[in-house]
Antibody, heavy 118, light 108 residues
């Protein structure tokens, strides 16, 4: 059982970057597949990318390719999602999740609201 | 990329009734790697069933997942007041692990 606690809400200018953290408690985060999910206000869930740290695999959805990076720091048991070149369409709640390698997201963070506005 | 289409978009039912939610994939989903999530306003989604008929820990047995290949179903046998929410299917057999657009289950 792992508990995921994400960093707080952010307000960003268009064109800037945001880095959201996801700290794990109760187990070693890098033993899990870490998936980040985006949800725009009033909209559905969108799979952004995945990190399987133990085998060094990352996969990103094509729409985010080139401006997303998912990483993990074993020493702090924390995962990160950095998204660059932000536009107003990136205003959303971002969730980190953890699961077994061949399983769906089981554990979810509380979500981090990122607002992109000038 | 596998596209998941959920139907209906909105389902209006009363407590005690049976709910049937559908999820259709644009391609064959290998290993039946299809999951269902429930999301209530202001909360993170919660995994209900996966694989496609295994319940996650703590999920009541009124939630049943079924199907194979490209057609999957979530059935809620007797609706409780706390079941009214938005439901999403997700395939995790290939990257990207796409979600359906959701079905809103509302009280009639």
């Amino acid at each position: 059982q792992v508990q995921l606690v994400q960093s707080g809400a952010e307000v960003k200018n268009p064109g800037s970057s945001v880095k959201v953290s996801c700290k794990a408690f109760g187990d070693t985060l890098t033993n899990y597949a870490i998936v980040w999910v985006r949800q725009a206000p009033g909209h559905g869930l969108e799979w952004m990318g995945r990190l399987i740290h133990n085998v060094g695999v990352t996969n990103y959805a094509q729409k985010f390719q080139g401006r997303i990076a998912i990483t993990a720091d074993k020493s702090t048991n924390t995962a990160f999602m950095e998204l660059s070149s932000l536009t107003s369409e990136d205003t959303a709640t971002f969730y980190c999740t953890a699961s077994g390698t061949s399983e769906p997201p089981l554990f979810w963070g509380q979500g981090t609201l990122v607002t992109v506005s000038s | 990329e596998i596209v998941l289409t959920q139907s209906p978009g909105t389902l209006s039912l009363s407590p005690g009734e049976r709910a049937t939610l559908s999820c259709r994939a644009s391609q064959f989903i290998y290993s039946n790697s299809l999951a269902w999530f429930q999301q209530k306003p202001g909360q993170a989604p919660r995994l209900l069933v996966y694989g496609p008929s295994r319940r996650a820990a703590g999920i009541p047995d009124r939630f049943t997942g079924s199907g194979s290949g490209t057609d999957f179903t979530l059935t809620i046998s007797r609706l409780e007041p706390e079941d009214f929410a938005v439901y999403y299917c997700q395939q995790y057999s290939s990257s990207p692990g796409s979600f359906g657009q959701g079905t809103k289950l509302e009280i009639k």
